[in-house]
């Protein structure tokens, strides 16, 4: 049951990639023009090789004494890079915060991007967990532009020990607290 479970839940994640990978845009490609094909007066085809505009190969450059590679300095005594609040460093638990519009004018957002989290969460878990352990998700408000739930939530979920922070559904209420979550 359960590796049926997660078969499916593999196989949406890959649909939803090759989705979101058709719906993207080649910027690379030329756009397209209206105009008519123009014919030209091309003299007959010969048995000619095609012209190229490569230049001719011409031997490489004599080496140079170029000074010898070096090996990679040596290590410094720099201290170990800390935990920046996080907790699954600390006691191997995963959990998981988000701020997601329970209130305010994106409020009709919050229900089923709160019941997906709840579900992956529950997927995951009925998976095995991370490491052995259960993910823990902390729910919050976003709330919007007009009040400062967003970075009271923030505050609260990273005192908590939230490892990562989701939401949230408004990128204006994300630049709010994107310099205190990175």
Do not use: Y
Not at 22 to 37: F, M, N, V
Not at 147 to 163: C, F, I, K, M, Y
């Amino acid at each position: 049951m359960q590796k049926s479970r997660v078969t499916r839940v593999g196989a949406l994640l890959v649909g939803l990639t090759l989705v979101a990978a058709a719906c993207g845009s080649d910027d690379d490609t030329p756009a397209a023009t209206d105009a008519p094909p123009v014919a030209t007066d091309a003299p007959p085809e010969t048995d000619a090789p095609p012209a190229t505009d490569a230049p001719p190969a011409t031997d490489a450059p004599p080496a140079t004494d170029a000074p010898p590679a070096t090996d990679a300095p040596p290590a410094t005594d720099a201290p170990p890079p800390t935990d920046s609040g996080g907790g699954c460093d600390e006691d191997g638990v995963l959990v998981i915060g988000t701020i997601l519009p329970v209130t305010g004018d994106l409020a009709f957002l919050g229900p089923p991007e709160i019941a997906g989290a709840a579900l992956a969460v529950a997927d995951i878990n009925d998976a095995g967990g991370v490491l052995g352990n259960d993910v823990v998700l902390e729910q919050g408000d976003s709330g919007d532009t007009t009040t400062d739930t967003a970075n009271l939530e923030v505050d609260r979920l990273l005192a908590s020990g939230a490892d990562a922070i989701m939401g949230a559904a408004s990128s204006a209420v994300s630049k709010t607290v994107i310099d205190k979550i990175t």
